[in-house]
């Protein structure tokens, strides 16, 4: 997990404020305009030039000396005839099935455990701290740990497999076709707490009377579930589904933690693949026109996601 | 209200199911740290042979561990100091002014962080290269290459969590202090501070952390001198011989503060992350 639980709070503007001291908050924006230019502006700004050249490890130190590409890069990249293209196009491929996995299972363990402890019960607080401990622990200690529970002679997995007779010999989770289904399981493992966390969150806003209201109108708790907490939580979603994504979709240490730097192909999520091309190959070019690439993708999908969410809440609200 | 009892049964099914998903790799953690090596060499045992606490003694001396640690200290503590400085100043901009260009400002902060990381790791890899080669000054294998590199995802959740908390902080407060002859930036440091600590205390531990478990640029920005617990503990259990008892022990050695800290401050953070989507 680079990333985090950003975004999901607009900051709510204050009472508009006289602007009497009109440099005032320039000055104490300034420090932060000239990092965010240094760390991301100028980067993303060369990136996309980076993206036109022709920059292999011969021109790295140098890389006014790279010779231009035009649009070479992108024309690989996206050349669904060739090695690279055919192999960008099933990384990706990939990743949009484990998001969406991850994503589905996620939310929906999150969302159970949520209502499970909803109502108050003895040890709902242990309840919630063991919940959250995935979510606390550093991701590479915790992924070190699946890697070793995942080892096909050693593995705690295997263990429990074999003594449920849920198989004879012992499958490897780390290579093959199996490490796609290992990759899915360790990621839910570390993404549900954080959905149970937001969507706990949001239950604690939704007012008592509604239950009881929805309660005298003869609705069970499935019913209450139905009319009252999912229409409520509709806000929290709207941002928690389009969060998880994102981070799932960009994950890199997770696989990177599991796999190392060549993960097997059925796991070659599009943030590695793209780290192998530049880091590994060191052909910086085809990496940054990936980069851009799934930058584009990232935006589309968010705007189209935007744009769907604020139509069908309006239509709700008229 | 009265649960019936298929509910009760549901929950206590339901709960620990998931419970035992939760805490298997925890339980694998801490009972293969106190294991002697035989015990997981072999097929996996549930409980250790006999205890030792060998793992925690040896594991200093088979990797770099101490070095790995002081680096990551350093490294996350810096990025995440530094951020919250920055974010405090800009948080409070955004929260007590509107002005032109308020904005686009945190329309950018927004949008960076969704971006993936690997569109600035690679420009930023090439930035570093040319500028050793051009001036001298080496930020590629540094830690202040490092600590530069992490702000790019401490920074903008720094900024934003910070405007959204100080939102929650009552104008009133600025103003009494303003009516007592404060200025704004006294007002500032002399009341909203410290009326934000739990928040402040919340984002920098948060920050701390990310930074604390963040792979990608340290695996590439870092060499042997200067390489952190995240991308030195991954690469040694992705090896083909490794003593797990002993990387175990690591893993939990490097755990228990920061997911202790998490677990204590949590719910200043979800306050900060609900409060503008619940509206």
Same mark, same amino acid.
């Given at each position: 997990m680079e990333a985090d639980s950003r975004w999901l709070t607009p900051p709510e503007p204050n009472k508009p404020s006289l602007p009497r001291r009109e440099r005032l908050p320039y000055l104490l924006l300034l420090p932060a305009v000239v990092l965010e230019l240094l760390i991301h502006i100028i980067p993303m700004l060369a990136g996309v030039g980076i993206s036109f050249l022709g920059l292999t490890e011969f021109y790295l130190s140098n890389w006014r000396a790279a010779p231009f590409a035009g649009t070479g890069n992108y024309a690989i990249a996206l050349n669904l005839n060739g090695a690279t293209g055919q192999a960008l196009l099933h990384s990706f491929t990939v990743t949009i099935g484990y998001t969406l996995l991850v994503l589905s299972l996620s939310w929906t363990f999150g969302m159970t455990a949520a209502v499970l402890t909803q109502r108050p019960f003895r040890g709902r607080g242990l309840v919630r701290t063991v919940f959250l401990i995935p979510f606390a622990l550093p991701v590479f200690a915790s992924v070190i740990t699946w890697n070793f529970m995942l080892q096909q002679d050693t593995g705690a997995v295997n263990r429990v497999l074999l003594a449920l007779h849920l198989t004879r010999s012992p499958p490897f989770w780390l290579i093959g076709p199996n490490s796609f289904f290992s990759l899915v399981i360790v990621a839910v493992w570390r993404t549900w707490p954080f959905a149970f966390l937001i969507l706990t969150a949001g239950l604690q806003s939704i007012p008592a009377d509604l239950y009881e209201a929805a309660a005298l109108d003869g609705a069970g708790i499935l019913g209450q579930v139905r009319h009252v907490t999912l229409p409520l939580l509709r806000p929290v979603n709207r941002v928690l589904l389009l969060v998880l994504f994102l981070w799932t979709f960009n994950d890199f240490t997770t696989p990177f933690t599991l796999f190392g730097s060549a993960p097997p192909t059925q796991a070659d999520i599009i943030s590695i693949h793209i780290y192998e091309n530049s880091f590994v190959s060191w052909n910086f070019g085809t990496g940054s026109a990936m980069s851009v690439l799934l930058l584009l993708f990232l935006l589309l999908v968010t705007g189209v996601y935007l744009a769907v969410v604020r139509t069908s809440g309006a239509e709700r609200r008229a | 209200m009265h649960d019936p009892a298929w509910f009760r049964w549901a929950r206590v099914i339901g709960l620990t199911l998931l419970g035992l998903f939760a805490l298997g790799p925890v339980y694998v953690m801490l009972t293969s740290a106190l294991k002697p090596l035989p015990d997981v060499e072999g097929v996996f045992r549930w409980f250790p042979s006999r205890l030792t606490v060998s793992p925690f003694v040896d594991m200093w001396s088979t990797i770099p561990l101490g070095r790995y640690l002081v680096n990551s200290?350093?490294?996350?503590?810096?990025?995440?100091?530094?951020?919250?400085?920055?974010? $405090?100043?800009?948080?409070?901009?955004?929260?007590?002014? /509107?002005? /032109?260009?308020?904005?686009?400002?945190?329309?950018? =902060?927004?949008?960076?962080?969704?971006?993936?990381?690997?569109?600035?790791? @690679? %420009?930023?890899? =090439?930035?570093?290269?040319?500028?050793?080669?051009?001036?001298?000054?080496?930020?590629?294998?540094?830690?202040?290459?490092?600590?530069?590199?992490?702000?790019?995802?401490? $920074?903008?959740?720094?900024?934003?969590?910070?405007?959204?908390?100080? &939102?929650?902080? %009552? /104008?009133? $407060? &600025? &103003?009494?202090?303003?009516?007592?002859?404060?200025?704004?930036?006294?007002?500032?440091?002399?009341?909203?501070? %410290?009326?934000?600590?739990?928040?402040?205390?919340?984002? !920098?531990?948060?920050?701390?952390?990310?930074?604390?478990?963040?792979?990608?640029?340290?695996?590439?920005?870092?060499?042997?001198?200067? /390489?952190? !617990?995240?991308?030195?503990?991954?690469?040694?259990?992705?090896?083909?011989?490794?003593?797990?008892?002993?990387?175990?022990?690591?893993?939990?050695?490097?755990?228990? %503060?920061?997911?202790?800290?998490?677990? @204590?401050?949590?719910?200043? @953070?979800?306050?900060?992350m609900t409060a503008g989507s619940v509206k």
């Open positions: - | 200290l350093v490294v996350s503590t810096t990025a995440s100091v530094a951020s919250v400085l920055v974010a $405090l100043l800009a948080a409070y901009g955004v929260s007590r002014y /509107r002005f /032109r260009g308020r904005q686009a400002f945190t329309i950018t =902060v927004l949008s960076t962080q969704m971006f993936p990381g690997i569109l600035f790791l @690679l %420009p930023l890899f =090439v930035i570093f290269v040319n500028l050793g080669q051009a001036t001298g000054v080496n930020l590629y294998g540094s830690r202040i290459g490092l600590i530069i590199t992490y702000m790019t995802f401490t $920074l903008p959740f720094a900024i934003w969590m910070l405007a959204a908390y100080l &939102d929650t902080v %009552p /104008r009133d $407060l &600025d &103003d009494a202090a303003k009516v007592d002859g404060s200025g704004p930036m006294g007002a500032f440091v002399r009341v909203v501070i %410290p009326a934000a600590v739990p928040g402040i205390v919340a984002v !920098l531990i948060y920050a701390f952390m990310t930074a604390w478990s963040e792979m990608l640029f340290a695996s590439v920005l870092t060499n042997d001198s200067t /390489r952190t !617990l995240a991308v030195g503990l991954a690469g040694y259990a992705t090896q083909n011989q490794v003593y797990w008892n002993q990387i175990m022990a690591a893993s939990l050695t490097v755990s228990v %503060p920061v997911a202790a800290g998490f677990l @204590l401050l949590q719910r200043f @953070l979800v306050a900060g």
